[in-house]
């Protein structure tokens, strides 16, 4: 394949995300100076030097690899990064936080190996479809290979718990399916199958039930569960079609919950109005156009399914977050690409990237 200079747009946009994200990262980063215990130096360190310095360098070395290691290496890959994500449930490894087993401790930094697992997923999986080629429209190979690998991955997110990170990865994975060439009715079969589990975990999982009743009456329990959505709304609503304006969100302090992270769409809202909520949606609508637009033109079937992949899972995470943000679905505590708080989040989001522009390279004119 002839190499090409990196997609110009696609790059543009991304730097326009992270330096949006960067911006209101700095803002929403001024409530932890209010609230007491909370690390901010410690925060901000983490999330430029580790999530954006080192996802940068992420990009860098990323972008250069050659594309024919990432599917020769992709069930080792895929391997290392169940075995790194299964290190949560070790004992003085794995990290408890709010009832959960997402982190690991390393050298006396968190990390979320989950991050890996869905890079190395989308990867494995695009070889595995690339590999079977029409055999993908057989329900043995392609149905059997989807069906068994998700539910691999189901059953570790189950245990953490984390099943809205699952929920997400989902989407990328239905959309290489039918990339490859995965037939509708097998598409509808994955998606009964999908709806029957997560009715099932509701009314088995008592935190997960208690999101969606959450959802459905906001205003039920206004001080508990419905504390977080209804300042939210508060802060999404107050900052008008123009917003109060750089650093001047009032929710962020001492009202609005997890605002460097989950939250941190209503601290943009609140201060760049409805004008700048609408901007940072277009952002992520030309991403995800330019990213397929790479797919589409792309000379091989494993890039184009790796591309597809990736641009869909960043791309479905953002709008999750928003429309959790704005009450359309229920918290699901994700945070949004480039722009929240999170080392590993953001380090795996440039290196997502990162492989992505290395594909854009190979573009076909």
Same mark, same amino acid.
């Given at each position: 394949?002839?190499?090409?200079?990196?997609?110009?747009?696609?790059?543009?946009?991304?730097?326009?995300?992270?330096?949006?994200?960067?911006?209101?990262?700095?803002?929403?980063?001024?409530?932890?100076?209010?609230?007491?215990?909370?690390?901010?130096?410690?925060?901000?360190?983490?999330?430029?030097?580790?999530?954006?310095?080192?996802?940068?360098?992420?990009?860098?070395?990323?972008?250069?690899?050659?594309?024919?290691?990432?599917?020769?290496?992709?069930?080792?890959?895929?391997?290392?990064?169940?075995?790194?994500?299964?290190?949560?449930?070790?004992?003085?490894?794995?990290?408890?936080?709010?009832?959960?087993?997402?982190?690991?401790?390393?050298?006396?930094?968190?990390?979320?190996?989950?991050?890996?697992?869905?890079?190395?997923?989308?990867?494995?999986?695009?070889?595995?479809?690339?590999?079977?080629?029409?055999?993908?429209?057989?329900?043995?190979?392609?149905?059997?290979?989807?069906?068994?690998?998700?539910?691999?991955?189901?059953?570790?997110?189950?245990?953490?718990?984390?099943?809205?990170?699952?929920?997400?990865?989902?989407?990328?994975?239905?959309?290489?399916?039918?990339?490859?060439?995965?037939?509708?009715?097998?598409?509808?079969?994955?998606?009964?199958?999908?709806?029957?589990?997560?009715?099932?975990?509701?009314?088995?999982?008592?935190?997960?039930?208690?999101?969606?009743?959450?959802?459905?009456?906001?205003?039920?329990?206004?001080?508990?569960?419905?504390?977080?959505?209804?300042?939210?709304?508060?802060?999404?609503?107050?900052?008008?079609?123009?917003?109060?304006?750089?650093?001047?969100?009032?929710?962020?302090?001492?009202?609005?919950?997890?605002?460097?992270?989950?939250?941190?769409?209503?601290?943009?809202?609140?201060?760049?109005?409805?004008?700048?909520?609408?901007?940072?949606?277009?952002?992520?609508?030309?991403?995800?156009?330019?990213?397929?637009?790479?797919?589409?033109?792309?000379?091989?079937?494993?890039?184009?399914?790796?591309?597809? %992949?990736?641009?869909? +899972? *960043?791309?479905?995470?953002?709008? /999750?977050? $928003?429309?959790?943000? &704005?009450?359309?679905?229920?918290? #699901?505590?994700?945070?949004?690409?480039?722009?929240?708080? %999170?080392?590993?989040? +953001? *380090?795996?989001?440039?290196?997502? /990237?990162? $492989?992505?522009?290395? &594909?854009?390279?190979?573009?076909? #004119?």
């Amino acid at each position: 394949m002839k190499q090409r200079g990196v997609d110009k747009i696609f790059a543009f946009v991304v730097f326009l995300l992270a330096f949006c994200g960067m911006v209101i990262f700095i803002s929403a980063s001024l409530s932890l100076l209010s609230r007491s215990g909370a690390n901010f130096y410690g925060i901000i360190f983490n999330h430029t030097v580790f999530g954006l310095f080192g996802g940068l360098f992420g990009v860098f070395i990323f972008s250069r690899i050659p594309l024919q290691y990432f599917k020769k290496y992709s069930l080792h890959f895929f391997i290392f990064s169940i075995l790194l994500t299964l290190l949560v449930f070790v004992p003085h490894i794995g990290v408890k936080s709010n009832g959960s087993y997402r982190w690991i401790n390393i050298f006396g930094k968190t990390f979320q190996p989950s991050e890996v697992l869905k890079i190395a997923t989308i990867i494995y999986m695009a070889a595995i479809f690339t590999n079977l080629k029409d055999k993908i429209k057989d329900w043995r190979y392609g149905l059997g290979y989807f069906i068994g690998i998700s539910s691999l991955i189901a059953i570790i997110f189950a245990a953490q718990p984390d099943t809205a990170t699952f929920g997400i990865l989902c989407a990328p994975l239905l959309a290489m399916f039918f990339t490859a060439g995965g037939k509708i009715r097998h598409i509808a079969v994955i998606g009964l199958f999908g709806i029957l589990i997560f009715a099932g975990l509701v009314f088995t999982k008592p935190y997960l039930k208690a999101r969606v009743m959450t959802f459905i009456n906001p205003s039920e329990n206004s001080l508990g569960s419905g504390y977080q959505i209804q300042q939210s709304l508060i802060a999404i609503g107050s900052g008008g079609f123009s917003g109060r304006g750089f650093g001047q969100s009032l929710q962020k302090f001492n009202f609005l919950p997890e605002a460097i992270s989950d939250s941190i769409f209503a601290v943009f809202s609140e201060e760049f109005g409805f004008v700048g909520s609408v901007f940072i949606i277009i952002l992520f609508v030309i991403f995800a156009v330019r990213g397929l637009k790479i797919a589409s033109r792309v000379p091989d079937g494993f890039s184009r399914l790796t591309v597809v %992949g990736i641009v869909i +899972l *960043l791309t479905t995470q953002a709008f /999750v977050n $928003i429309a959790a943000m &704005i009450g359309i679905i229920p918290l #699901t505590g994700e945070p949004l690409p480039f722009i929240s708080q %999170g080392g590993t989040a +953001l *380090l795996f989001e440039f290196i997502a /990237v990162g $492989i992505v522009f290395n &594909i854009s390279k190979y573009q076909k #004119t």
